[in-house]
């Protein structure tokens, strides 16, 4: 158990739909990161939040955001959903060393997202 | 974009064998990270290297960081059926605009056949 955690574990919608992904990080961790998981794409980095504002910014489509709340948790939205988002998606946070960089990050169980 | 390559895509390898992934960055890395991904979990942070030509041992696990910091490999020896897994590579660098993003490789899944 990493410390992350992630709701819900399953979500099944339809297109055009949309939906929130929710993740509290571990006791202390002010950065989290959001990364979704294909089976051909790997981890593909989305976005990452330190301390409630936005750090950098991967592959995330428009129809994406993000936002961290003043008691760290985050939520990632996906709206106008499309079949090719169906994907896992994973939240990680990394450890209080400032806004340092090299800071290894702790995965969430992840939520499995399926877009009917 | 900086882009993290890593090979093979796929390994099978007879329990007792050996196994090496490799890594290449398009770009310089500032340091570069290793995960492991068990079938159906997430993936969990085995190691860091920094420094150019860094070597770093976990038991049957040997990571190395090249010496241009744009390469790195893991190698594992004698695999057992515990080593199975989908195992990444992040290499971590800062863009034009100053910030910093680990980009993963697409991973190495590994299965050991008993």
């Known amino acids: 158990d990493s410390g992350v955690t992630q709701t819900p574990k399953h979500l099944i919608t339809a297109t055009g739909q949309r939906v929130t992904l929710r993740c509290s990080p571990r006791?202390?961790?002010?950065?989290v990161y959001w990364y979704q998981q294909s089976l051909d794409q790997g981890l593909q980095f989305l976005i990452h939040?330190?301390?409630?504002?936005?750090?950098a910014k991967g592959n995330i489509l428009e129809r994406f955001s993000a936002q961290q709340f003043p008691d760290l948790h985050s939520e990632l939205n996906l709206s106008s959903l499309e079949l090719g988002d169906s994907a896992l998606y994973f939240c990680?946070?990394?450890?209080?060393?400032?806004?340092?960089?090299?800071?290894?990050?702790?995965f969430g169980p992840g939520t499995r997202l399926t877009v009917l | 974009g900086q882009q993290v390559m890593q090979i093979p895509q796929y390994q099978h390898v007879q329990e007792g064998e050996d196994f090496t992934t490799y890594c290449n960055s398009s770009t310089t890395l500032s340091n570069i990270q290793w995960y492991k991904q068990r079938p159906g979990g997430h993936p969990v942070f085995l190691i860091q290297?920094?420094?150019?030509?860094e070597v770093k041992k976990q038991k049957r696990l040997t990571f190395q960081f090249g010496e241009a910091k744009k390469n790195s490999s893991l190698h594992i020896t004698a695999t057992q059926t515990t080593d199975v897994g989908t195992y990444f590579c992040?290499?971590?660098?800062?863009?034009?605009?100053?910030?910093?993003?680990?980009?993963f490789g697409k991973g190495t899944k590994l299965s050991v056949i008993p």
């Open positions: 939040y330190y301390n409630g504002e936005e750090r």
């Open positions: 290297l920094v420094k150019s030509g």
């Open positions: 006791s202390g961790d002010l950065s």
């Open positions: 990680a946070s990394s450890p209080n060393r400032g806004a340092s960089s090299y800071n290894e990050q702790f």
């Open positions: 992040a290499g971590g660098a800062y863009s034009g605009a100053g910030s910093y993003q680990l980009t």
